[in-house]
């Protein structure tokens, strides 16, 4: 059985991707409440809670065939400041591979690495965290390549992230290797890093071969639920407010809606938006293409999404339940959540998509780990 080693770990839904054939060796986080819920799914006996940088090779037992990373996002992503790989939050990736680089002076480096994070990761500083990364990766003797995987492959969510997958091993197996990229998972954004990263970078990139998942079934509808817990629907007056903040766009878009002859689920999320007659001003921007916008923590109330039910010209609005958001993220009901609203959307809005994950685990981690991969070979 594979082993690994989850940091930041939340709630482990990087570890409910993997699934049973893996076994966790150490899981770490520092947030108290997030790994409270963690223990309570997954128990206690190998988690950490403390803050990476007080970590040393000492305190990770074993050596695990993967080392998995989702690391702050906040200081790279469109929400956040931008500050880079420089700045406090997303600056703990230093802290992690601090602990990469004393396992591999003990010859205990694990065969695999992941780096998940925010598409934004690969133009931060104008690219020049995303080449931070590569270098590390590379001066630890590994290989590296990124792909972005977007949740709504698998589920009703728009959430496409970067996983930056590095194998460090005598020989790759070649069967993973698609030697050019590809338009599902090499995005443009990838593109443009690749050409512009130093030559002695892009000599120890791979672009890894993934296969494309069956076409989703799941669509917002079928997740919603029918009597919703730790939510209440809207008072009329609420629901009509934020059709009042709506565009012109949006509005037509609930009138489309509006005449469907049947009820349409939506979702809303307030954003802050210019005028065109200048100034700026909070809008309600709806969408009705049966998916989700992206989970985010709540640190406001314009960062939780709304639901929108429209049923001819009668409408309903309420906040994503807890239980929707955690579906939302491929997670099964006998997950269990914290009780607090708060504390059960932010374990999904932080989380990683689980089919996404356990979609890489099956046809390149899986294989790079030595198992046989879904109707292959055993891995070299």
């Not at 950490?48 to 305190?59: E, G, K, R, W």
């Not at 130093?198 to 919603?224: F, H, K, M, N, Y």
């Not at 921007?285 to 916008?293: C, L, N, T």
Request: proline share 6%; hydrophobic share 40%; charged share 20%.
């Amino acid at each position: 059985m594979p082993t690994f080693y989850e940091f930041f770990a939340g709630g482990g839904m990087a570890r409910a991707g993997l699934g049973p054939g893996w076994e966790c060796l150490l899981a770490n986080d520092l947030d108290a409440k997030k790994a409270a819920c963690y223990a309570t799914n997954w128990g206690a006996e190998r988690l950490s809670v403390c803050d990476v940088a007080s970590l040393t090779a000492a305190d990770l037992p074993g050596t695990a065939d993967l080392a998995w990373a989702s690391f702050p996002c906040q200081d790279l992503s469109l929400a956040g400041s931008y500050g880079g790989l420089a700045r406090a939050r997303s600056g703990t990736f230093w802290e992690f591979w601090r602990l990469v680089r004393e396992l591999r002076q003990h010859d205990r480096a694990p065969r695999t690495v992941v780096l998940e994070n925010v598409c934004g990761a690969l133009t931060s500083h104008g690219g020049r965290d995303f080449q931070a990364i590569c270098g590390a990766l590379v001066e630890e003797g590994y290989r590296f390549g990124p792909l972005v995987i977007d949740a709504a492959r698998f589920l009703p969510q728009s959430r496409p992230r970067l996983f930056i997958v590095a194998f460090r091993g005598s020989e790759l197996p070649q069967a993973l290797d698609a030697g050019a990229p590809t338009a599902a998972w090499h995005t443009p954004r990838i593109l443009a890093a690749h050409s512009a990263l130093e030559t002695r970078l892009r000599q120890r990139w791979v672009w890894w071969r993934l296969p494309e998942p069956p076409r989703r079934g799941l669509s917002l509808a079928d997740l919603i639920e029918a009597a919703p817990g730790g939510v209440e629907w809207n008072r009329g007056a609420e629901t009509a407010r934020l059709i009042r903040m709506m565009s012109g766009e949006n509005r037509r878009k609930l009138r489309a809606a509006a005449r469907v002859g049947r009820p349409v689920v939506g979702t809303i999320y307030k954003r802050t938006r210019a005028l065109a007659t200048g100034g700026r001003a909070q809008r309600a921007e709806v969408r009705f293409d049966g998916i989700a916008g992206c989970l985010r923590t709540p640190t406001g109330g314009s960062s939780r999404q709304t639901v929108l039910i429209v049923n001819g010209y009668s409408a309903r609005s309420r906040l994503l339940s807890p239980r929707e958001a955690a579906r939302l993220m491929g997670l099964p009901d006998t997950y269990r959540l914290p009780a607090n609203y708060n504390e059960a959307y932010h374990i999904a809005g932080d989380g990683v998509a689980v089919p996404a994950v356990r979609h890489l685990a099956e046809h390149l981690l899986e294989p790079l780990a030595g198992r046989r991969a879904a109707g292959g070979t055993e891995a070299a």
